[in-house]
């Protein structure tokens, strides 16, 4: 039985990592350890300071939009009250007293809308269940559906007592097919900023006594210790890179795509698979284009992301500029697999590779940077003469049906215990997650815990992808990879006159010269 008393050994302080240790201090656990390769401590979750985990990123969305998946609503909702006490905490505390990366100024979550469009001139079914299930929760007021002339008088009347540019927002996308498509607009929903919420939330469980391991060999897992055979098999702790064993009662592997991994029973239910995200970096002196994508401008936005099992082209997304200038684009209809072979178990298994792993990701699939040149060419055809200025490969760890796995793994006497599957959405709930985990822990059922369960892929049957192994034709082994020449609209010392790209570059007589 996992108690208070419990001796708790974390490996991974990413979203499911942290949650975890916060919400296992907050239910008076005495001794709470995190281990991390990661020097968070020094790095703060930055992306561009070596950091690569799904977590350690600019930006993710919040929303509460699921479809039928009311649990996930719940779980989304239940998080938005406390995002924006931490946005409160964060503003009243002096900057003395906040870990690197974070200062009183920053926002950890803006509410600055998200705006889904289908691919079509009515809501997809997607859309359409979401709206409904949001009816439900009391929530169909902040949604409004571009179609809908009394939604849209809703909004506009909102507009009027507090000037928030939804007009601007609503119509974001209007350049898509020529403003033919439907959509909505989620008022409640917005952008979470995921590399300083994350060193918020460390900053938490530090404040709280979790104790963090970090670095490149003493946070780094090597090797689970275990005693016993058989019935009597147990995990007692773990080996680090450094030599040192660490005693635990209980081992949690909440290693995002490195999960598998280490945990190898985890690998029938766990796939590793990269999403394709680019940046645009806004030059200094472009003003009108720092406000027109600004957050308070500027919504979140998809296209044609119906439900999880989005078309090859399709499962669009973008961000409102952050502080920095950087607007994010996303494209998820396709995600790609790195299958190696697991240097201990000789496994054949997908695998995280990024800019700051051994064997490094430079570029994205050539086919991911032609769909977003094509979609963010048609949207926002003033960005194309900037060009796409860095792409990320970001590790996803989808489960066989998309639902997070929290639970024990079988035949440990519940002394390890896996905390993963983010499946591409799991950023939002890093306030509540962990309240869930320690239920799951301590074998207490609730509303979420059934969905967590350990569970089995069914030979034969549909399993996100992970059925179809490294001959998904989704391998990076097998696919044709873009070149930094391929980031751009126009190619390097091409003229070209009038058209798109005339208008963004303002060459001399509107003959733009090089883009
Ligand atoms: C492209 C993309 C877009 C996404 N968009 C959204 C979104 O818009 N909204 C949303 O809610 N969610 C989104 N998600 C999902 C969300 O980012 C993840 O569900 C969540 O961040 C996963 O957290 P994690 O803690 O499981 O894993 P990770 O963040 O990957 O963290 C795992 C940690 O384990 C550590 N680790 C790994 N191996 C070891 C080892 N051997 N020893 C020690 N430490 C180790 C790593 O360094 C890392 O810190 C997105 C994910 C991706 C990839
Ligand atoms: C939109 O739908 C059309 C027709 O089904 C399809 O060809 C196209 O790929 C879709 N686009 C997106 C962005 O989903």
Aim: glycine share 10%; proline share 5%.
């Amino acid at each position: 039985m996992t108690t208070t008393g419990s001796k708790i050994a974390i490996i991974g302080a990413g979203v499911f990592g942290l949650s975890t240790a916060l919400h296992l201090k907050k239910q008076g656990y005495k001794d709470v350890t995190v281990f991390d390769y990661q020097p968070y401590d020094q790095n703060a979750y930055n992306p561009s300071e070596g950091c690569d985990s799904a977590s350690a990123d600019v930006n993710k969305i919040y929303r509460c939009s699921y479809g039928d998946e009311i649990e996930y609503q719940d779980l989304a909702l239940s998080g938005r009250p406390i995002w924006l006490e931490w946005n409160e905490q964060l503003r009243s505390t002096p900057a003395d007293q906040l870990p690197k990366g974070l200062t009183p100024e920053d926002d950890l979550f803006i509410p600055c809308g998200f705006l889904r469009m289908s691919n079509g001139t009515e809501l997809s079914d997607y859309d359409k269940e979401c709206l409904v299930q949001l009816e439900k929760a009391g929530l169909r007021d902040y949604n409004h559906v571009l179609s809908n002339k009394e939604d849209l008088e809703r909004l506009w009347e909102l507009e009027k007592k507090q000037p928030s540019h939804w007009r601007e927002k609503v119509y974001a996308l209007n350049h898509l097919q020529e403003g033919r498509l439907d959509g909505f607009i989620d008022t409640s929903a917005g952008v979470t900023l995921a590399d300083k919420s994350c060193a918020w939330a460390r900053h938490l469980c530090e404040k709280a006594g979790v104790k963090f391991v970090l670095g490149p060999e003493k946070g780094r897992f090597d090797e689970l210790l275990v005693e016993g055979e058989r019935e009597s098999r147990k995990a007692v702790g773990l080996k680090t890179m450094d030599g040192l064993e660490h005693k635990a009662d209980v081992v949690i592997a909440a290693c995002g795509g490195w999960t598998p991994g280490v945990v190898p029973e985890a690998s029938q239910l766990l796939e590793t698979t990269a999403g394709s995200v680019c940046t645009i970096t806004l030059p200094k002196d472009r003003q009108d284009l720092w406000d027109k994508f600004s957050p308070e401008q500027f919504p979140v936005w998809a296209y044609g992301l119906t439900g999880h099992n989005s078309p090859e082209y399709g499962g669009f997304y973008g961000f409102p500029r952050t502080k920095e200038g950087k607007i994010k684009i996303g494209y998820r209809g396709r995600k790609w697999t790195n299958y190696q072979t697991h240097p201990k178990t000789g496994q054949r298994i997908s695998t995280p590779k990024t800019k700051y792993t051994t064997d490094k990701a430079v570029n994205l699939p050539k086919k991911a940077i032609t769909y977003i040149k094509e979609v963010v060419g048609e949207v926002f055809p003033e960005l194309k003469g900037i060009g796409i200025t860095d792409t990320r490969m970001c590790w996803y760890t989808d489960s066989i049906d998309n639902s997070f796995v929290i639970d024990y793994v079988p035949g440990y006497s519940d002394s390890l215990f896996v905390c993963s599957g983010g499946s591409g959405h799991g950023f939002k709930f890093l306030p509540v997650l962990g309240k869930h985990v320690v239920n799951a822990l301590e074998k207490k059922t609730d509303q979420f815990t059934p969905l967590w369960h350990w569970r089995s892929r069914v030979p034969g049957e549909h399993a996100n992808g992970l059925e179809e192994g490294e001959m998904s034709g989704r391998n990076l082994a097998s696919l044709e990879m873009a070149e930094e020449e391929d980031w751009q609209w126009v190619k390097k010392g091409e003229i070209k006159v009038g058209g798109d790209v005339e208008d963004i570059t303002k060459g001399v007589n509107g003959v733009a010269i090089k883009a």
